[in-house]
T-cell receptor, first 117, second 115 residues
Framework: EPEVTQTPSHQVTQMGQEVILRCVPI?????FYWYRQILGQKVEFLVS????????KSEIFDDQFSVERPDGSNFTLKIRSTKLEDSAMYFC???????????????FGEGSRLTVL | SQKIEQNSEALNIQEGKTATLTCNYT??????LQWYRQDPGRGPVFLLL?????KEKRKERLKVTFDTTLKQSLFHITASQPADSATYLC??????????????FGSGTQLTVLP
Protein backbone atom coordinates (compact mmCIF):
# COMPACT_ATOMS: atom_id res chain seq x y z
CA GLU A 1 0.00 0.00 0.00
CA PRO A 2 1.39 3.44 -0.89
CA GLU A 3 2.54 5.53 2.04
CA VAL A 4 4.00 8.88 2.95
CA THR A 5 7.60 8.59 4.07
CA GLN A 6 9.50 11.08 6.19
CA THR A 7 13.15 11.57 7.03
CA PRO A 8 14.81 11.87 9.42
CA SER A 9 12.77 10.06 12.04
CA HIS A 10 14.54 12.04 14.75
CA GLN A 11 16.75 15.10 14.58
CA VAL A 12 18.51 16.85 17.42
CA THR A 13 19.76 20.36 16.74
CA GLN A 14 21.10 23.37 18.54
CA MET A 15 18.98 26.49 18.87
CA GLY A 16 19.56 28.84 15.97
CA GLN A 17 20.49 26.11 13.52
CA GLU A 18 18.65 25.45 10.27
CA VAL A 19 16.74 22.22 9.89
CA ILE A 20 15.24 20.59 6.81
CA LEU A 21 12.65 17.88 7.19
CA ARG A 22 11.94 15.76 4.16
CA CYS A 23 8.83 14.00 2.95
CA VAL A 24 7.95 11.83 -0.01
CA PRO A 25 4.17 12.06 -0.50
CA ILE A 26 2.10 9.37 -2.18
CA UNK A 27 2.96 9.54 -5.85
CA UNK A 28 -0.36 10.48 -7.45
CA UNK A 29 -1.34 12.96 -4.73
CA UNK A 30 -1.47 16.63 -5.54
CA UNK A 31 -2.00 18.28 -2.16
CA PHE A 32 0.66 18.33 0.51
CA TYR A 33 0.62 19.43 4.11
CA TRP A 34 2.76 19.88 7.18
CA TYR A 35 1.29 19.52 10.65
CA ARG A 36 3.08 19.47 13.95
CA GLN A 37 2.38 18.04 17.39
CA ILE A 38 4.12 19.31 20.47
CA LEU A 39 4.42 16.54 23.04
CA GLY A 40 1.09 15.99 24.79
CA GLN A 41 -0.73 18.56 22.67
CA LYS A 42 -2.99 18.68 19.63
CA VAL A 43 -2.00 18.06 16.05
CA GLU A 44 -1.74 21.57 14.57
CA PHE A 45 -1.89 22.68 10.94
CA LEU A 46 1.15 24.51 9.58
CA VAL A 47 0.80 24.79 5.81
CA SER A 48 -0.83 23.33 2.72
CA UNK A 49 0.76 23.25 -0.73
CA UNK A 50 -0.71 22.74 -4.17
CA UNK A 51 0.50 23.38 -7.69
CA UNK A 52 3.91 24.50 -6.45
CA UNK A 53 2.65 27.15 -4.14
CA UNK A 54 1.35 27.57 -0.61
CA UNK A 55 -2.44 27.33 -0.46
CA UNK A 56 -2.95 28.16 3.19
CA LYS A 57 -0.78 28.64 6.24
CA SER A 58 -1.41 29.07 9.92
CA GLU A 59 -0.05 31.78 12.16
CA ILE A 60 2.50 29.27 13.43
CA PHE A 61 4.04 29.23 9.95
CA ASP A 62 5.98 32.48 10.23
CA ASP A 63 8.98 33.74 8.27
CA GLN A 64 11.22 31.14 9.93
CA PHE A 65 9.41 28.40 8.04
CA SER A 66 9.42 27.61 4.36
CA VAL A 67 8.31 24.72 2.17
CA GLU A 68 9.54 23.54 -1.16
CA ARG A 69 8.94 20.82 -3.68
CA PRO A 70 12.41 20.68 -5.19
CA ASP A 71 11.65 17.82 -7.57
CA GLY A 72 8.78 15.58 -8.57
CA SER A 73 8.82 13.51 -5.41
CA ASN A 74 10.14 15.38 -2.37
CA PHE A 75 8.36 17.94 -0.22
CA THR A 76 10.46 19.72 2.39
CA LEU A 77 9.91 21.86 5.44
CA LYS A 78 12.74 24.19 6.39
CA ILE A 79 13.06 25.95 9.71
CA ARG A 80 15.59 28.68 9.24
CA SER A 81 16.70 29.37 12.80
CA THR A 82 15.27 26.89 15.27
CA LYS A 83 13.94 27.88 18.66
CA LEU A 84 13.38 25.72 21.73
CA GLU A 85 9.63 25.89 21.16
CA ASP A 86 10.02 24.32 17.71
CA SER A 87 10.64 20.99 19.43
CA ALA A 88 7.79 18.79 18.24
CA MET A 89 6.81 15.92 16.00
CA TYR A 90 6.36 17.18 12.45
CA PHE A 91 3.96 15.25 10.25
CA CYS A 92 3.81 15.44 6.50
CA UNK A 93 0.52 14.49 4.84
CA UNK A 94 -0.80 14.24 1.34
CA UNK A 95 -4.20 13.99 -0.29
CA UNK A 96 -5.53 13.48 -3.75
CA UNK A 97 -8.46 15.83 -3.23
CA UNK A 98 -9.09 19.01 -1.32
CA UNK A 99 -12.20 20.60 -2.69
CA UNK A 100 -15.05 21.14 -0.29
CA UNK A 101 -17.36 19.17 -2.53
CA UNK A 102 -15.07 16.20 -2.92
CA UNK A 103 -13.14 15.99 0.28
CA UNK A 104 -10.35 13.52 0.62
CA UNK A 105 -8.77 12.15 3.71
CA UNK A 106 -5.21 12.97 4.64
CA UNK A 107 -2.53 10.31 4.55
CA PHE A 108 0.06 11.04 7.20
CA GLY A 109 3.67 9.98 7.44
CA GLU A 110 5.15 8.60 10.63
CA GLY A 111 6.62 11.94 11.57
CA SER A 112 9.98 13.52 12.20
CA ARG A 113 10.75 14.25 15.82
CA LEU A 114 12.68 17.49 16.17
CA THR A 115 14.47 18.23 19.42
CA VAL A 116 15.97 21.70 19.78
CA LEU A 117 18.55 22.10 22.54
CA SER B 1 -14.72 31.95 18.72
CA GLN B 2 -14.97 28.52 17.18
CA LYS B 3 -14.12 25.50 19.31
CA ILE B 4 -13.78 21.76 18.89
CA GLU B 5 -13.99 19.68 22.05
CA GLN B 6 -13.70 15.95 22.60
CA ASN B 7 -15.55 14.61 25.58
CA SER B 8 -12.85 13.26 27.78
CA GLU B 9 -9.15 12.80 27.71
CA ALA B 10 -9.32 9.13 28.61
CA LEU B 11 -11.91 6.38 28.38
CA ASN B 12 -11.48 2.86 29.72
CA ILE B 13 -13.88 0.10 28.73
CA GLN B 14 -14.04 -3.67 28.93
CA GLU B 15 -13.34 -5.78 25.89
CA GLY B 16 -16.50 -6.58 23.97
CA LYS B 17 -18.34 -3.41 25.02
CA THR B 18 -19.16 -0.46 22.80
CA ALA B 19 -16.97 2.62 23.13
CA THR B 20 -18.63 5.96 22.44
CA LEU B 21 -16.52 9.05 21.90
CA THR B 22 -17.93 12.56 21.54
CA CYS B 23 -16.85 15.54 19.50
CA ASN B 24 -18.61 18.86 20.03
CA TYR B 25 -18.07 21.99 18.01
CA THR B 26 -19.33 25.50 18.65
CA UNK B 27 -19.91 28.67 16.69
CA UNK B 28 -19.62 27.24 13.21
CA UNK B 29 -21.12 24.60 10.95
CA UNK B 30 -18.59 22.31 9.29
CA UNK B 31 -19.65 20.72 6.04
CA UNK B 32 -18.06 17.44 7.12
CA LEU B 33 -16.03 15.89 9.88
CA GLN B 34 -13.25 13.30 9.82
CA TRP B 35 -12.15 10.85 12.50
CA TYR B 36 -8.58 9.63 12.85
CA ARG B 37 -6.77 7.13 15.05
CA GLN B 38 -3.35 7.94 16.47
CA ASP B 39 -1.06 5.45 18.19
CA PRO B 40 1.76 6.71 20.44
CA GLY B 41 4.61 8.24 18.45
CA ARG B 42 2.90 7.69 15.11
CA GLY B 43 1.00 9.73 12.58
CA PRO B 44 -2.81 9.93 12.53
CA VAL B 45 -4.59 7.34 10.42
CA PHE B 46 -7.85 8.20 8.69
CA LEU B 47 -10.89 6.17 9.75
CA LEU B 48 -14.13 7.77 8.58
CA LEU B 49 -15.55 10.93 7.05
CA UNK B 50 -19.14 12.05 7.52
CA UNK B 51 -20.81 14.92 5.69
CA UNK B 52 -23.39 17.31 7.09
CA UNK B 53 -26.18 15.72 5.04
CA UNK B 54 -25.37 12.25 6.37
CA LYS B 55 -26.78 11.20 9.71
CA GLU B 56 -24.68 8.08 10.07
CA LYS B 57 -21.73 6.32 8.44
CA ARG B 58 -20.49 2.81 9.15
CA LYS B 59 -17.30 0.89 8.45
CA GLU B 60 -16.96 -2.59 9.91
CA ARG B 61 -17.18 -2.14 13.72
CA LEU B 62 -17.05 1.65 13.49
CA LYS B 63 -20.01 3.99 13.34
CA VAL B 64 -20.06 7.76 13.19
CA THR B 65 -23.05 10.05 13.60
CA PHE B 66 -23.31 13.75 12.84
CA ASP B 67 -25.99 15.86 14.50
CA THR B 68 -25.85 19.37 13.07
CA THR B 69 -28.56 20.54 15.48
CA LEU B 70 -26.64 19.45 18.54
CA LYS B 71 -23.34 20.36 16.84
CA GLN B 72 -21.98 16.99 17.77
CA SER B 73 -20.44 13.90 16.26
CA LEU B 74 -20.39 10.55 18.03
CA PHE B 75 -17.87 7.84 17.22
CA HIS B 76 -18.72 4.28 18.23
CA ILE B 77 -16.58 1.16 18.26
CA THR B 78 -18.67 -1.95 18.78
CA ALA B 79 -17.33 -5.25 20.13
CA SER B 80 -14.20 -3.41 21.22
CA GLN B 81 -10.86 -5.20 21.36
CA PRO B 82 -7.59 -4.38 23.15
CA ALA B 83 -6.12 -3.60 19.70
CA ASP B 84 -8.57 -0.68 19.47
CA SER B 85 -6.67 1.05 22.28
CA ALA B 86 -5.39 4.33 20.83
CA THR B 87 -6.16 8.04 20.77
CA TYR B 88 -9.06 8.99 18.53
CA LEU B 89 -9.09 12.43 16.97
CA CYS B 90 -12.02 14.39 15.64
CA UNK B 91 -11.10 16.68 12.73
CA UNK B 92 -13.51 19.08 11.08
CA UNK B 93 -12.23 21.60 8.55
CA UNK B 94 -10.87 24.75 10.07
CA UNK B 95 -13.41 27.55 10.53
CA UNK B 96 -14.55 29.92 9.29
CA UNK B 97 -13.90 29.05 5.66
CA UNK B 98 -14.27 25.33 6.22
CA UNK B 99 -11.65 24.78 3.59
CA UNK B 100 -10.75 21.18 3.08
CA UNK B 101 -7.14 22.21 2.81
CA UNK B 102 -6.87 22.68 6.54
CA UNK B 103 -8.17 20.43 9.29
CA UNK B 104 -8.45 21.37 12.95
CA PHE B 105 -7.82 18.40 15.19
CA GLY B 106 -9.45 17.95 18.54
CA SER B 107 -7.29 17.12 21.52
CA GLY B 108 -8.32 13.48 21.24
CA THR B 109 -9.78 10.85 23.49
CA GLN B 110 -7.39 8.14 24.66
CA LEU B 111 -9.28 4.87 24.60
CA THR B 112 -8.07 1.84 26.55
CA VAL B 113 -9.86 -1.45 26.03
CA LEU B 114 -9.22 -3.75 28.96
CA PRO B 115 -9.04 -7.52 28.35
Amino acid sequence: EPEVTQTPSHQVTQMGQEVILRCVPISNHLYFYWYRQILGQKVEFLVSFYNNEISEKSEIFDDQFSVERPDGSNFTLKIRSTKLEDSAMYFCASSDRASISNTGELFFGEGSRLTVL
Amino acid sequence: SQKIEQNSEALNIQEGKTATLTCNYTNYSPAYLQWYRQDPGRGPVFLLLIRENEKEKRKERLKVTFDTTLKQSLFHITASQPADSATYLCAPPTPPSGSARQLTFGSGTQLTVLP
